[in-house]
């Protein structure tokens, strides 16, 4: 609108001028005159508003956790006397791991001279990524609205780690596995419990041979022990960008993620020794302490996964399948539903570990994109289910409307 404006006032102007030129009319050089200095002084107005303006972002917490309000407010002040008029801020807020913006504007009418105001806009809750706020843009004009100007203030911009939402887990209840001591665990003298047998390796100490385990299959065959109470898992995330399906927060990597580290978290706090790994531009490998929460590192890293990775959870399971120890408990959170990943899962399991697929339907949240593709093919979510609980795993499935809380605890397999 202002542009129409400025346009058809330099139109009139420039009439009136040819008009006076050629009648040589006094009247019409001083109004043509006239109209050519209000534009003047509309530009300097413009160009005057905008200064003296001091504007300060109110401290912006460094981590938020997905979910949470993010702060939008702003302290403008006028260190001028005279009142600044029709100011317009724009905050501006981009989230880089995600790829989404969006602006939030609000009009300021008049700045009294040598004050200050508080602007709060509309708080918006964060999602999860790096979130950068600003920097503000400031838009400025005439009290005609012929000029505007406008200028970024680099001084406003502040970036936002926000870490993955954490869904509570009142208990968990972990798939049981087959172990190759028939099911037995018995005390061991030095205060270990007996955890599962395997053939002997060099080196081993020969107090620890099963003789009668040993004598049965022809072969030495030594136990093998761990402490009390401490027990080791490993939830595997997979970011494989062909197993992402569906948009946004309701898409299938935002439910892997919540899964993954709410699952990490619980299970370190039960006592187990936690490996969470996941394959994007590397392999990633963080270790959780037993009763111990996410440490600030490893949110940080899963805050800015994009789920880009190449590498498929069957490869991964089937590389890390000589580092998982006897009874280890493998939590794969995943949309794959290859048949690649069901053979991994059932070598897991004839060897006694035991795994527990957290399988997010890619069907259900292939719907979920604003142009919903058909996901890959392989088997359906329920081949997977019921050929990977037939071998003993443990199959939770997830969809875009399901409570992660409830299917992630204690309660039936879903």
């Not at 009439?15 to 534009?39: E, K, P």
């Not at 041979?209 to 109470?229: F, N, T």
């Not at 270790?287 to 805050?303: I, T």
Request: aromatic fraction near 4%; charge should be neutral; hydrophobic fraction near 45%.
């Amino acid at each position: 609108m202002g542009r129409r404006k400025l346009t058809g006032l330099i139109a009139t102007t420039a009439l009136f001028y040819v008009i006076a030129v050629a009648n040589d009319r006094l009247a019409l050089y001083v109004l043509a005159w006239t109209l050519a200095s209000l534009l003047l002084v509309a530009w300097a107005l413009a160009r005057f508003n905008g200064h003296g303006v001091v504007i300060e972002r109110h401290a912006v917490p460094p981590r938020l956790r997905a979910g949470e309000p993010l702060p939008l407010a702003l302290n403008l002040t006028n260190l001028g006397s005279v009142p600044r008029t029709n100011l317009v801020l724009a905050d501006r807020v981009a989230n880089l791991t995600r790829g989404s913006h969006a602006v939030r504007s609000v009009l300021v009418p008049v700045l009294a001279g040598e004050s200050t105001v508080r602007l709060e806009t509309e708080l918006v809750p964060a999602r999860r990524g790096r979130a950068v706020l600003g920097p503000v843009h400031v838009v400025s004009g005439d009290p005609l609205g012929f000029f505007e100007t406008a200028r970024d203030l680099p001084a406003t911009q502040v970036e936002v780690l926000v870490h993955p939402r954490l869904v509570p887990l009142e208990a968990v209840r972990a798939a049981g596995g087959r172990g190759d001591d028939e099911g037995q665990r018995r005390r061991a003298p030095s205060g270990y419990e007996l955890h599962s047998i395997r053939e002997y390796q060099h080196g081993d100490d020969l107090r620890r041979v099963h003789w009668k385990a040993s004598a049965r299959l022809g072969r030495l065959i030594v136990r093998e022990y761990e402490q009390p109470g401490v027990r080791e898992a490993v939830v595997l995330l997979d970011l494989d960008e062909r197993q992402v399906h569906g948009h946004g927060d309701h898409g299938s990597l935002e439910t892997a993620v919540t899964a993954a580290a709410s699952l990490a978290e619980r299970l370190a706090l039960l006592g187990h020794q936690v490996r969470l790994l996941a394959h994007e531009g590397g392999l990633r490998e963080s270790l959780v302490a037993p009763r111990a929460r996410l440490s600030g590192v490893l949110l940080d890293e899963l805050a800015l996964v994009e789920g880009k990775g190449t590498v498929s959870a069957a490869a991964l399971l089937a590389q890390q399948a000589d580092r998982l120890r006897p009874g280890t408990l493998v939590v794969v959170v995943t949309a794959s539903t290859a048949p690649e990943l069901a053979r991994a899962v059932e070598t897991l399991c004839a060897r006694g570990r035991a795994v527990w697929l957290v399988l997010l339907d890619p069907a259900g949240f292939a719907l979920t994109a604003p142009e919903p593709a058909p996901p890959p093919g392989g088997l359906t979510a329920d081949e997977v289910r019921r050929r990977l609980r037939g071998a003993g795993a443990r199959v939770t499935l997830l969809e875009p409307t399901s409570e992660l809380s409830l299917c992630l605890s204690g309660g039936e397999e879903s």
